[in-house]
């Protein structure tokens, strides 16, 4: 039997596990949820329906698996525990600092419900959380760095797009090559904010804005581009769409550390992404991961998890013996 996916919301990252369940031939999708009009979303899986996310509830028996696609900011805080009261439920909750509340209010609801939740998916939180972890296990003398880039940071982009005079933008994250290569050359720096990344900036303008002044606010703004190096480009409307129409992103975890009873030889683990499509790749993790709730709900498991608590096996398509034979 495929497991029956729901999808809550149709943006990029809607579409995105759209495709990766097209994918994974043990897996249907059987609705799309949204809060617009039904008529007016064109999905791509002909044999789902389009449905209003206020009757969400009423498939609470026709799905296997409810993917929520909504944005951490301020759809999935809502989101997931309510829905994690009647489906096994996936999120790709990313503000690492509000996890652990996260994680508290879901897992209530997931235990009330008789239900499986998984939260914060993707690859960081998610792949790269898992390989953090797997190389502090293997090497408790070290030091860990995370790098992300060159890639497009959609909500630095957003807020660009939210300052006076502005029309569109895109903003790119980037590692610094000097400091990259100090870490993987063995050096274990101590690496300011600063120190790390420098962001880039492509703004289309509004007729009659200054530009100056929409420079300086980009480059002064706290929290997001305040303690880094800026570089704001202004470009026309069609420059952006020719050249900065995608979504690509990545980047890279590393942990060096030391073994030997004098701590004599030292090692580098490194683990890297290069994703042509950021919410694509993140739907392709999702989907993996909503074949680990569904196997784990019919085990009788309840409550809230994260890519700590799945076994890698779970992921899989391939059966346990498939997985020995050919991977291990």
């Known amino acids: 039997m495929s497991i029956r996916i729901g999808i809550m919301g149709y943006g990029n990252l809607g579409r995105g596990v759209e495709c990766a369940i097209r994918q994974n031939p043990d897996m249907e999708l059987a609705a799309v949820f ?35 696609c909504g944005g951490s900011a301020t759809d999935l805080p809502v989101q997931t525990p309510e829905y994690a009261r009647y489906f096994n439920v996936v999120d790709s909750f990313d503000t690492h600092a509000k996890i652990p509340e996260h994680f508290a209010k879901v897992d209530a609801a997931a235990k009330a419900g008789g239900k499986v939740a998984v939260i914060s998916v993707g690859w960081d939180p998610g ?106 480009h202004f ?11 995608g979504i690509p992103h990545g980047g890279f975890v590393l942990r ?18 290069k994703l042509d499509s950021n919410p694509e790749f993140t739907s392709s993790v999702i989907a993996a991961y909503a074949r680990a709730a ?23 398509a391939k059966s346990g013996e498939e997985l020995r034979a050919s991977m291990l």
Not at 48 to 60: F, I, N, S, T, Y
Not at 294 to 316: H, M, N, W
């Open 34 to 68: 949204t809060r617009r009009d039904p008529a007016e979303v064109e999905i791509l899986t002909k044999t789902a329906k389009v449905v209003r996310a206020q009757e969400a509830p009423d498939w609470k028996d026709r799905l296997d698996v409810m993917i929520l």
């Open 256 to 273: 060096s550390g030391r073994t030997g009873w004098e701590k004599e030889h030292s090692h580098l683990i490194e683990y890297s992404l």
């Open 235 to 245: 470009i026309s409307e069609e420059e952006l769409k020719r050249d900065h129409s």
């Open 294 to 316: 569904y196997r784990l709900a019919q085990e009788g498991q309840t409550g809230c998890k994260t890519v700590f608590d799945i076994a890698p096996a779970y992921l899989s």
């Open 127 to 232: 792949m790269f959380s898992l390989n953090r972890m797997y190389a502090n296990a293997i090497l408790p003398e070290g030091k860990d760095y995370t790098f992300w880039g060159r890639g497009v940071s959609q909500g630095h982009s957003d807020v660009i797009r939210r300052i006076e005079g502005v029309k569109d933008a895109k903003q790119y994250t980037i590692p610094v090559e000097s400091a990259l290569a100090a870490v993987r050359a063995g050096e274990n720096p101590d690496l300011t904010t600063r120190q790390k990344h420098t962001r880039e900036c492509f703004v289309v303008l509004k007729e009659g804005a200054d530009a100056a002044k929409v420079e300086q606010e980009i480059k002064t703004m706290p929290n997001y581009f305040a303690d880094y190096d800026t570089t704001v």
